[in-house]
């Protein structure tokens, strides 16, 4: 009896820890990769079938685990079934079980936790590629099993607010690109610029309007009604071939001004009427995608676009300019007016000063910090403002981690410069 039940242990073990690092690698593994081994093996038709099977697979794995471990922690309890430790019944129960549930938690930690995890961080696609016949022989025999247990992933995850994903091909390529772009190996083929602007073309699909776009309290407009020569005076101060034309405020933008279209009243005395003049302003959503974005604006051949808060009120504008420099990075335009301080600015070996508008992943990823990223604020005044739970004075400051954080420029109504001073 013994001896069969160490012979169902171990092969329960075995079988637990095959089935662990199939499921972690497939959680894990390079799209890229897997497709060269198979090709050496010349089996590449086996991919496709693997991908669109990959959710099935993953449940039937973990259900196979779950069994497998309540089999190793049978066995070891038969293995004690005879024990004779100590006289009391009860305390003798009590030390059987507490033995064989250590000894099985130790078993499978190591045979199902850390040892599959191991061989899936370093042989992801080579374990598949060697598994995926025994794992397609499973699926077939279970298929009943894992297509209902399929059916309850979408409605554990709408439970949890979780979002719901049809893992298209499309979107398992978009997560392979990101995956071979960002692989060390690649860096003989791709430099880090070239890196950069594939992600930021791929990221476009999450990133909305509202992440990107110029905030209401930036917009420089015109209000309208204007004579010809306070637009002529707002145009050369402002600097902007397109500039937003308002009445009393920016919830009522009426157009956008080309500043092109006024060379036609120049000189001439043709009556000028700015309303009229303004072309109609396209309004988008905040939560836009940039990506739609683009297309749309490419199809209206227009430039600017007003992007709306959820109560129909300006909450910022976007032009092709903003989203292009999502891709390629900062565009200079010799033509542009800049800001007298750049937006970031080196004091010292320790102690840098940023635009408060940017972002907060843009400043960690230029500047190596590890500031925090929540869904209430998106720039690094919002950080300041969420911290510090006002809109503070110039010369207030507050520590983070191993930073002093100081506000070194405010307005009435929002942090402008940000101070941050690191202690190593």
Same mark, same amino acid.
């Given at each position: 009896?013994?001896?069969?039940?160490?012979?169902?242990?171990? +092969?329960?073990?075995?079988?637990?820890?095959?089935? /662990?690092?199939?499921?972690?690698?497939?959680?894990?593994?390079?799209? /890229?990769?897997?497709?060269?081994?198979?090709?050496?093996?010349?089996?590449?038709?086996?991919?496709?079938?693997?991908?669109?099977?990959?959710?099935?697979?993953?449940?039937?794995?973990?259900?196979?685990?779950a069994?497998?471990?309540?089999?190793?922690?049978?066995? *070891?309890?038969?293995?004690?079934?005879?024990?004779?430790?100590?006289?009391?019944?009860?305390?003798?129960?009590?030390?059987?079980y507490?033995?064989?549930?250590?000894?099985?938690?130790?078993?499978?930690?190591?045979?199902?936790?850390?040892?599959?995890?191991?061989?899936?961080?370093?042989?992801?696609?080579?374990?598949?590629?060697?598994?995926?016949?025994?794992?397609?022989?499973?699926l077939? +025999?279970?298929?009943?099993?894992?297509?209902?247990?399929? *059916?309850?992933?979408?409605?554990?995850?709408?439970?949890?607010?979780?979002?719901?994903?049809?893992?298209?091909?499309?979107?398992?390529?978009? =997560?392979?690109?990101?995956?071979?772009?960002?692989?060390?190996?690649t860096?003989?083929?791709?430099?880090?610029?070239?890196?950069?602007?594939?992600?930021?073309?791929?990221?476009?699909?999450?990133?909305? /309007?509202?992440?990107?776009?110029?905030?209401?309290?930036?917009?420089? #407009? !015109?209000?309208?009604?204007?004579?010809l020569?306070?637009?002529? %005076?707002?145009?050369?101060?402002?600097g902007?071939?397109?500039?937003p034309? &308002?009445?009393?405020?920016?919830?009522?933008?009426?157009?956008?001004?080309? /500043?092109?279209?006024?060379?036609?009243?120049?000189?001439?005395?043709?009556?000028?009427?700015?309303?009229?003049?303004?072309?109609?302003?396209?309004?988008?959503? =905040?939560?836009?995608?940039?990506?739609?974005?683009?297309?749309?604006?490419?199809?209206?051949?227009?430039?600017?676009?007003?992007?709306?808060?959820? &109560? #129909?009120?300006?909450?910022?504008?976007?032009? !092709?300019?903003?989203?292009?420099?999502?891709?390629?990075?900062?565009?200079?335009?010799?033509?542009?007016?800049? %800001? =007298?301080?750049?937006?970031?600015?080196?004091i010292? %070996?320790?102690?840098?000063?940023?635009?408060?508008?940017?972002?907060?992943?843009?400043?960690?990823?230029?500047?190596?910090?590890?500031?925090?990223?929540?869904?209430?604020?998106?720039?690094?005044?919002?950080?300041?403002?969420?911290?510090?739970?006002?809109?503070?004075?110039? #010369?207030?400051?507050?520590?983070?981690?191993?930073?002093?954080?100081?506000?070194?420029?405010?307005?009435?109504?929002?942090?402008?410069?940000?101070? !941050?001073?690191?202690?190593?």
């Amino acid at each position: 009896m013994i001896h069969a039940a160490i012979w169902v242990l171990i +092969i329960a073990v075995m079988l637990s820890c095959f089935f /662990a690092a199939c499921s972690s690698a497939m959680r894990t593994f390079s799209r /890229a990769r897997l497709v060269d081994i198979l090709e050496e093996r010349g089996r590449t038709d086996r991919l496709e079938p693997f991908l669109g099977n990959s959710a099935k697979l993953m449940l039937m794995a973990g259900t196979f685990r779950a069994g497998l471990n309540l089999i190793v922690l049978l066995s *070891v309890l038969s293995l004690f079934e005879h024990a004779r430790w100590v006289e009391d019944p009860v305390y003798q129960l009590l030390l059987k079980y507490a033995v064989a549930l250590a000894l099985a938690a130790g078993l499978i930690s190591v045979f199902g936790v850390a040892i599959p995890y191991s061989l899936a961080r370093h042989h992801a696609e080579r374990l598949l590629a060697r598994s995926m016949p025994i794992l397609e022989v499973c699926l077939q +025999i279970f298929r009943p099993v894992a297509n209902v247990l399929h *059916v309850f992933d979408p409605i554990v995850r709408r439970v949890v607010g979780a979002e719901v994903t049809t893992g298209s091909a499309d979107e398992r390529l978009t =997560e392979e690109i990101l995956s071979v772009v960002e692989d060390h190996d690649t860096e003989d083929v791709v430099d880090e610029e070239q890196k950069e602007m594939l992600e930021g073309v791929i990221e476009l699909r999450s990133t909305t /309007a509202e992440q990107i776009m110029t905030p209401r309290t930036d917009i420089k #407009g !015109i209000e309208a009604p204007a004579t010809l020569e306070q637009v002529k %005076d707002a145009v050369l101060d402002l600097g902007y071939s397109r500039i937003p034309v &308002y009445r009393e405020n920016l919830d009522d933008i009426v157009g956008i001004l080309y /500043a092109k279209d006024l060379i036609q009243y120049l000189g001439n005395g043709r009556t000028f009427d700015l309303e009229s003049l303004s072309r109609e302003a396209y309004m988008v959503p =905040e939560s836009k995608p940039v990506g739609d974005l683009l297309t749309e604006l490419k199809a209206r051949k227009v430039h600017i676009a007003i992007v709306l808060d959820e &109560y #129909g009120g300006t909450a910022g504008l976007l032009t !092709i300019e903003d989203i292009i420099e999502e891709i390629v990075g900062e565009i200079a335009d010799e033509y542009e007016p800049t %800001d =007298e301080l750049a937006s970031i600015e080196k004091i010292n %070996d320790s102690t840098i000063e940023v635009d408060a508008r940017l972002r907060v992943n843009d400043v960690n990823d230029e500047l190596d910090l590890e500031l925090p990223e929540d869904d209430d604020y998106d720039t690094v005044g919002g950080f300041v403002i969420s911290r510090l739970g006002h809109i503070p004075a110039t #010369g207030e400051n507050f520590a983070y981690e191993n930073m002093t954080i100081t506000v070194a420029a405010a307005e009435k109504t929002r942090v402008a410069r940000v101070r !941050i001073e690191t202690t190593n």
